[in-house]
């Protein structure tokens, strides 16, 4: 095989791997909005003024319109700190702290 020849598979196989590892991404990551159906589901509304107003009031500060489309958008990061929020408010932090030294 020739140098050419080398480099020509090797970029066939480079390609072949990204293709494969779009393909396992794809299949493993969830989408990184919340879908239609899960905004009905957490709104109980299907219009997007109703769903946004019910999202607000239950602390999705960031839940916004879209410009292009007018549907809701919710970040899932967003969604997934605001839902966790409740469970660790509770806890401490690891750090003690810090004491005041009222007599300096």
């Given at each position: 095989m020739t140098g050419?020849?080398?480099?020509a598979n090797l970029n066939e196989l480079i390609l072949e791997?990204?293709?494969l590892r779009d393909a396992?991404?794809?299949?493993?990551r969830e989408p990184i909005?919340?879908?239609p159906d899960e905004l009905l589901?957490?709104?109980g509304y299907r219009r997007a003024g109703d769903q946004l107003k019910e999202l607000k009031r239950q602390g999705f500060y960031r839940a916004?319109?879209?410009f292009a489309t007018g549907d809701v958008i919710l970040e899932r990061a967003h969604y997934l700190s605001v839902v966790e929020a409740p469970r660790t408010a509770g806890r401490r932090s690891m750090q003690p702290e810090p004491e005041l030294?009222?007599?300096a």
């Open positions: 050419n020849e080398l480099e791997v990204g293709r396992v991404l794809l299949k493993t909005t919340l879908q589901e957490l709104t916004r319109r879209s030294n009222w007599s």
